[in-house]
C-alpha cells in the first residue's frame, strides 16, 4: 500500500509541497518499531476512527485503560484490551473484521503522538489492528499536561444525541484546546490530531464548525481524505472531566489567502465523563498561532 492516494496528492500539488511529501513519506512504513512499542506500552488513552459499515457515518472515538492495554504484539500488530463503551457510535464497527481503522496514540506529557492504520480483527478480549501506516508526528500545536490520574469510580453518563450542537456543546467546542478527527479512503482510514489555542475551532453555527488548517509535515493525509470523500469524524475532550463530544458529518478544505477547514454536523453524541481521566492545566504550544490573526 502506498502513502499517499490522489486526493493526497491532489492537496500537495495544489500547496506545492509534493517534494517535502514525497520526503516526510518515507518515515511512514508498516512496522512497529521497538520504540514505538514501548511508547505505546505507556499510554493510557487510544482515539479510533472508523466507518460505520451500517451507517456509513464516520466517528472518532476514544478508548482508556492501564498503562499496558495497547501494546504491539507483533511486528505488525497492536491488540487493545477492552473498547469502547457499548454505547459508542463506533460500537459496531468495532466489533466488525477487516475494518479499516485509523488509530493515534498522544502523550500530552511528552508532546509525542503516533499513528497506526491498518485493518481491525475482533477478539473476545478487544481487538487488535494489523498496521499497513506507522509513523510518528512532531509535537507542534500538542499542548503539554504533565500529568494525569485515575479517577475511582468515575462512572459514564448517558449519551445524549443530537442533530445540531446545543448551546452548551457550542460554548465546549469554542474553549477547546484540541480535538480529533477521522477520515476515509478509498483503501484505508486515518485519526489525526488538530490544537491550538483555545478559540481556534469556530462554531460558526449549531451546524457548522470551522478552523484554519495551521502548517504541518506536508503529507496532508487529513485533507487527502476529505478531497476524496468528505466524510468525517470530530472528538472533542475535556480534559478535567472526561466527558466526550463526537460529531459526524462532512468537511470541505477552502483554499484561499488561508487554508480553512469547514465541517457540517450530522449528529453529535455528548457522554459525560466518558473517561475516567484527569489531566493537570495545559501549558500550550509555542508553536501555537494567536486564533484571532
Request: charged share 20%; hydrophobic share 40%.
Amino acid at each position: 500500500m502506498g502513502v499517499y492516494h490522489a486526493g493526497s496528492r491532489e492537496v500537495q500539488d495544489r500547496v506545492g509541497v509534493r517534494e517535502s511529501a514525497d520526503h516526510v513519506g518515507r518515515s511512514v512504513g508498516e512496522g512497529i518499531k521497538p520504540v514505538a512499542a514501548a511508547f505505546l506500552g505507556l499510554q493510557p488513552l487510544l482515539v479510533v476512527g472508523a466507518a460505520d459499515p451500517s451507517t456509513g457515518r464516520v466517528w472518532a472515538s476514544p478508548l482508556s485503560g492501564a498503562p499496558g492495554f495497547v501494546r504491539a504484539t507483533g511486528p505488525r500488530r497492536i491488540t487493545v484490551t477492552g473498547g469502547v463503551l457499548p454505547t459508542d457510535p463506533l460500537a459496531p464497527a468495532l466489533a466488525t473484521a477487516g475494518v479499516s481503522v485509523g488509530t493515534i496514540a498522544l502523550d500530552p506529557r511528552t508532546r509525542r503522538r503516533m499513528r497506526l492504520n491498518g485493518r481491525l480483527r475482533p477478539s473476545a478480549g478487544g481487538f487488535s489492528v494489523d498496521a499497513e501506516q506507522v509513523f510518528a508526528n512532531c509535537p507542534k500545536y500538542l499542548q503539554r499536561r504533565e500529568s494525569y490520574e485515575t479517577v475511582a469510580g468515575r462512572r459514564s453518563g448517558t449519551p445524549v444525541r443530537g442533530a445540531e450542537l446545543t448551546g452548551g456543546q457550542a460554548e465546549f467546542v469554542s474553549r477547546a484546546d484540541t480535538f480529533f478527527v477521522a477520515t476515509v479512503h478509498p483503501g484505508g482510514a486515518d485519526a489525526s490530531h488538530r490544537g491550538g489555542n483555545p478559540g481556534f475551532v469556530h462554531v460558526d453555527s449549531p451546524r457548522e464548525l470551522s478552523w484554519r488548517d495551521y502548517p504541518g509535515n506536508a503529507m496532508f493525509l487529513t485533507l487527502g481524505n476529505l478531497a476524496a470523500d468528505p466524510r468525517a469524524g470530530l472528538l472533542f475532550l475535556d480534559w478535567t472531566t472526561g466527558t466526550a463530544l463526537q460529531l459526524t458529518g462532512e468537511a470541505r478544505t477552502e483554499f484561499g489567502a488561508e487554508r480553512r477547514v469547514r465541517f457540517t454536523v450530522t449528529e453529535a453524541v455528548e457522554t459525560p465523563a466518558a473517561l475516567p481521566l484527569r489531566w493537570s492545566a495545559p501549558e500550550y504550544s509555542p508553536a501555537n498561532p494567536d486564533p484571532a490573526g
